[in-house]
């Protein structure tokens, strides 16, 4: 289930099919609607060949899809001067604080690099793979290994 943000209209909500007739119909608009969405932007992606724009683009449609109003983007690269090193996993990278973006406040943004440590929620989820969804940042449980950097807020 996909919930909708702060943003209106952004997010188109799926809900479970299999109800009454009126509120497949609804879905099934909604569907479509989202699945030409997903061609529109998946038209623009093939279209754009500056990378800057091409990473903002990318960060504003998966706001859009789901509704939120802001989003961060980051990047994994390689970390100057260490030899590459295939038998041991992202030892060699760092993630890079691309871009930023939020339409409920303004916030100065810079770039910077990070560690890939499971210690932060982009560590975690960059060294695991595994998706995070996490309703409030500021109530994540103290068992997760992963915590909110208040200084990014």
């Not at 509120?23 to 998946?42: E, W």
């Not at 109530?139 to 950097?149: D, G, L, M, N, T």
Request: glycine share 6%; proline share 7%; charged share 30%.
């Amino acid at each position: 289930i996909i919930r909708p943000g702060i943003r209106d209209g952004a997010a188109l909500p799926l809900r479970p099919m299999g109800r009454s007739g009126a509120s497949n119909a609804a879905d099934l608009r909604r569907l479509v609607a989202q699945t030409r969405k997903l061609n529109d932007i998946g038209q623009a992606l093939s279209r754009e060949r500056d990378m800057g724009r091409l990473l903002a683009l990318i960060l504003t449609s998966a706001r859009d899809l789901i509704g939120c109003d802001a989003g961060s983007l980051y990047l994994v690269q390689k970390k100057p001067d260490v030899p590459e090193d295939p038998r041991r996993y992202l030892a060699d990278k760092r993630l890079f604080f691309k871009l930023a973006q939020n339409d409920s406040v303004k916030v100065p943004f810079k770039e910077f690099p990070l560690e890939i440590t499971k210690e932060s929620i982009a560590g975690f989820v960059a060294r695991t793979g595994e998706p995070l969804n996490l309703q409030d940042v500021y109530r994540i449980p103290k068992s997760r290994p992963y915590r909110f950097a208040q200084s990014f807020d």
